[in-house]
């Protein structure tokens, strides 16, 4: 059964840094891509950035330079470095996972991910 838990959201000033990490169990990694998304109240879930089973990443243009996703697979946890954050961060964050042929992310769509965490708030002030 795979369950995917966030953690290290919270209330920033803009500016400031967060930390969002995903602890993921019940797969193998080696078959499955990871990502982040996003929702703000009345908008659609976006996506933040992937990370591919073997460690590549891609990252949304909206965040680039200020956000940066991660894995450490001995840890069975992907990460999301929030920088220089912005009041238009503020939204509901969540991890997914999504099982495909040797793990590669071919989508960012999130119909394309079956598995979903609870997800975290990230509230950022001016």
């Known amino acids: 059964q795979v369950q995917l838990v966030e953690s290290g959201g919270g209330s920033v000033q803009a500016g400031g840094s967060l930390r969002l990490s995903c602890a993921a169990s019940?797969?193998?990694?080696?078959?499955?891509?990871m990502g982040w998304f996003r929702q703000a109240p009345g908008k659609e879930r976006e996506a933040v950035g992937v990370?591919?089973?073997?460690?590549?990443?891609h990252i949304a243009a909206s965040v680039k330079g200020r956000f940066t996703i991660s894995k450490d697979n001995a840890k069975n946890t992907l990460y999301l470095q929030m920088n220089s954050l912005k009041p238009e961060d503020t939204a509901m964050y969540l991890c997914?996972?999504?099982?495909?042929?040797?793990?590669?992310?071919?989508?960012?769509?999130?119909?394309?991910?079956?598995?979903w965490g609870l997800g975290i708030q990230v509230t950022v002030s001016s």
């Open positions: 019940g797969y193998t990694y080696s078959n499955y891509c």
């Open positions: 997914a996972a999504a099982r495909t042929p040797v793990g590669y992310c071919y989508s960012t769509a999130a119909a394309s991910f079956g598995y």
């Open positions: 990370a591919d089973s073997d460690g590549g990443t």
